[in-house]
């Protein structure tokens, strides 16, 4: 056997060697990354933003965002996820909306080229319900709209949300005058005074008979 097949054959032992005890020896690689604490706190907040329970998406993201072990590209994800889970909860302040909507501003800084982020940016802007807010969440949903990148259900109503009020705004005229009873139901003791009256009517002539 010449020398340079029996260096193919020895190359060839080795890779099966490693191809071997590599699974042995590192078989937990991939499950490590599955259950990394922060991994797993990111997916939950981002399952429960997807369901609408906002506290759990704070919690969580919150949860990231204190941890040290974090990287940058987890933190930024954390951040996003609570400044959404803070402007999509119910009673959300003024206050609120403007530094969730100012997280994301940054952010989409920072990837001017994410489209999530500027549909995300869009729909905590249209939250507001400000003019300034509203037409600046427009211009940035609307094109996307057009172009069918609007994936988010949340940003989608919003924009519903902002046009039907504008309708609204534009269909209102004035009033037109009411009678002051209209819409009202009938008094109740109207027709027992009705009655009353003709039983006393009645009474009375029968008396003048007699």
């Known amino acids: 056997m010449s020398a340079l097949a029996r260096r193919v054959l020895v190359a060839g032992a080795v890779v099966a060697t ?5 699974p042995a020896a590192f078989p937990c690689g991939n499950a490590w990354m599955r259950e990394d604490p922060v991994v797993v706190r ?4 981002d399952a429960a933003l997807e369901n609408d329970d906002v506290a759990r998406a704070r919690e969580r993201g919150r949860e990231v965002l204190a941890d040290a072990r974090s990287n940058v590209y987890q933190q930024r994800r954390a951040r996003r996820l609570v400044a959404l889970g803070v402007a999509r909860r119910d009673g959300a302040t003024a206050g609120e909306l403007d530094e969730a909507a100012a997280v ?3 952010l989409r800084t920072s990837a001017p080229d994410d489209v999530t982020l500027e549909v995300d940016l869009g729909e905590v802007l249209l939250r507001t319900r400000t003019p300034r807010g509203i037409a600046e969440g427009r211009a940035l949903l609307e094109p996307l709209e057009k172009r069918d990148l609007v994936g988010s259900r949340h940003a989608v109503t919003e924009l519903a ?4 009020l ?3 705004t534009r269909a209102d005229g004035p009033v037109a005058s009411v009678p002051a009873d209209a819409g009202r139901p009938p008094r109740p003791f109207a027709p027992a005074l009705a ?3 003709s039983a006393l009517l009645g009474s009375v002539l029968l008396r003048r008979r007699r």
């Open 18 to 22: 490693l191809v071997t005890v590599a």
């Open 42 to 45: 990111l997916r939950e907040a």
């Open 104 to 106: 994301l501003r940054e």
């Open 161 to 164: 949300v902002v046009r039907a």
């Open 166 to 168: 504008e309708a609204a």
């Open 195 to 197: 009655l009353g009256g």
